[in-house]
Each structure stands twice: as C-alpha cells, then as structure tokens.
C-alpha cells in the first residue's frame, strides 16, 4: 500500500508517517505539506492512497482530491480533517474522496480504516456517516413531499369527498384528480385510502 500524506501540521505528518510506515504492507510513504507540492513531486503513477487535510495553505485539500480524480483516478483519496461541516464533509466526497475520518480517530481505527478503503469501502468516522445518512434523508423526504394541489387533494379525501366531489370543489377535471391522487399513493407508499391518509398524517403533511 503506497501512501501519500499532504498535511500541513509539521507534527501530524511526521506521527503519521511514522504510524504508517510501520504497518507490514506499506509500501512507500511520501509526505508533503501543501498540495502544490504533492502534484509537482509525487510519483502519482504509484500512487495508492491519497491522505489529506482538508484546511491547506493554497490549494484546498478538497481540491487536491477532486484534481487527483481527474488525473490519478486509481488512486483512493482519503480526507483527514477536523472538520465536521456539513458543506465541507459533502465537498470533498462529491469532489472524490471515498473516506471521510476526524483527526479524532485513533491509530488503529486509521489503519483499520485505510485497510478498508483498500479493498474497496468507504470508510468515515460515526459522526460524518452520520451526517450523511441525515443528508439522504432529508432530500428524499424534500423529494417525495406532497405538492400544494396533492394536499388539498388529500384534505378532501379526508372529509370523504368522492373523486367527482373533490373534481368540483377544486375546479378540476375528475381525471386530474385520479392522477393526483395515483402520486399521493406513489409518495407516502399506500395501496389505498385509509393508508395514504395514515401515512401522510403520521409524516406531518395534513
């Protein structure tokens, strides 16, 4: 496994290229301390793992993955920061990176984690997995939230109104709302009337 490290931290890089350097299968282990650096003396060629702070003099670590991406794409690209922003964590995996840790990690928890990376994982520290999966969350319920038409379409289903009723009160076609109402069932998962309703309680929309 050969390594690249880019901090900035003249102590950091110099404990985690000692750390690393002592596992049995690394390889080589270059360290720099800004990215300009790492591109312009690398021998990206045989390049494994890419290790980078994110809060770099110059150029960004987040830009450094997303140019190593671009050019070096065998290589696995690894933030390691303190940052646990939001923007920050969702920038550098959309620029490349398939590994988000905090400096907060243990040694062996960074081994482990680079290991994992190697066959194929994405490794990321609890909090950052978890800002993740609230991330996805939240889109898909932005996603599938009822329209203002679908609502009022759901609110006269609630007071009983039959699809012809709910067509006149709404002055709308009885088509129109058959269609509305297939999308309402669509998004909350329902297979009838009772159940959409249930569900689109339960989820806050009426």
């Not at 750390?19 to 690394?26: F, K, M, N, S, V």
């Not at 909090?127 to 379409?153: F, G, W």
Request: include cysteine.
């Amino acid at each position: 496994m050969n390594i690249v490290i880019v901090e900035d931290n003249d102590l950091t890089r110099s404990n985690l290229k000692l750390l690393l350097q002592g596992e049995h299968d690394a390889g080589f282990v270059q360290t720099f301390s800004c990215s300009e650096d790492a591109i312009k003396s690398c021998v990206w060629g045989e390049v494994d793992v890419l290790l980078t702070d994110l809060d770099l003099p110059g150029m960004s670590g987040v830009e450094l993955i997303g140019w190593t991406r671009l050019n070096h794409s065998q290589v696995s690209c690894m933030a390691y920061t303190v940052s646990e922003n939001r923007k920050t964590v969702f920038a550098a995996i959309k620029a490349g990176a398939c590994g988000y840790l905090l400096k907060s990690t243990s040694p062996r928890e960074l081994i482990e984690s680079l290991h994992e990376l190697m066959q194929g994982g994405a490794p990321m520290s609890p909090k950052i997995a978890r800002k993740v999966i609230s991330e996805l969350q939240d889109q898909d319920t932005a996603e599938n939230k009822l329209t203002s038409r679908e609502q009022e379409i759901l609110k006269c289903i609630e007071k009983g109104f039959s699809y012809k009723e709910a067509a006149s009160e709404l002055n709308i076609s009885p088509n129109t709302v058959h269609t509305h109402i297939k999308k309402i069932y669509e998004k909350v998962q329902a297979c009838n009337r009772d159940e959409a309703l249930r569900k689109a309680r339960r989820l806050g929309w009426i």
